[in-house]
């Protein structure tokens, strides 16, 4: 089995990737790590340095645009930069394992592009707009312009699922996780 694999999983923030992500990767056991992604946004909630992003400043995160050493980047709302590091997907490659991605819709399609024998492009798709906006609210961690910020990307966002290689509708989380394993298992497997 090669592990020099890709798996991106995209969705508009509150349809439930990232606890579908975090299933796969504290519940199964499947060869994944997770690839931390750099940010200049600030930690919120529980979030930790190093395991949930590289927390950089806005001029450190510009110097390393600057010396190439992004796969991909994005300003995903002004002044709030996100990417992944070169360096983070050979850490991980290294270790034999595939790398899981939690990132932004035009990051995943951007990883896809660059290594489209790689990866394996997930999108996950909240059941409706309503239900988006109720686990947005359920989190209880932001104010409501970041709420509302969220709301009108995710309503781009949702245009862009059938780039993707597979659609994960999420109304039933075990359900959900379920079709996430099997998809990867027979990827892996490839
Ligand atoms: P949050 O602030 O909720 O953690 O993330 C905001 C958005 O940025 C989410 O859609 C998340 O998936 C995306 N994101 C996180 N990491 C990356 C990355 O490395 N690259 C890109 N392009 N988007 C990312």
Same mark, same amino acid.
């Given at each position: 089995m090669d592990n020099r694999k890709l798996i991106v999983f995209s969705a508009p923030s509150? !349809?439930?990737k990232t606890t579908i992500v975090k299933h796969l990767l504290e519940h199964t056991n499947l060869p994944l790590e997770f !690839? $931390?992604?750099a940010t200049s946004r600030a930690p919120r909630g529980e979030e930790i340095e190093n395991k949930d992003y590289y927390f950089l400043n806005t001029e450190v995160f510009k110097s390393k645009i600057e010396n190439d050493e992004f796969l991909e980047y994005e300003e995903v709302y002004i002044n709030n930069f996100y990417g992944?590091? @070169?360096s983070e997907v050979e850490r991980i490659w290294n270790k034999g394992k595939a790398v899981i991605f939690d $990132? %932004?819709?035009v990051g995943g399609l951007n990883i896809e592009k660059q290594f489209p024998e790689e990866t394996l492009s997930i999108f996950v798709q909240p059941p409706n707009k309503k239900e988006l906006e109720k686990r947005l609210r359920g989190r209880g961690t932001e104010t409501e312009e970041k709420i509302q910020m969220r709301l009108a990307k995710s309503t781009k966002e949702l245009t862009y699922a059938s780039e993707f290689d597979a659609i994960i509708t999420n %109304?039933?989380?075990e359900i959900a996780k379920q079709e996430a394993f099997q998809l990867i !298992? @027979?990827?892996l497997k490839k």
């Open positions: 509150g !349809s439930g !690839s $931390i992604s992944t590091l @070169k $990132i %932004d819709v %109304d039933n989380l !298992s @027979k990827f």
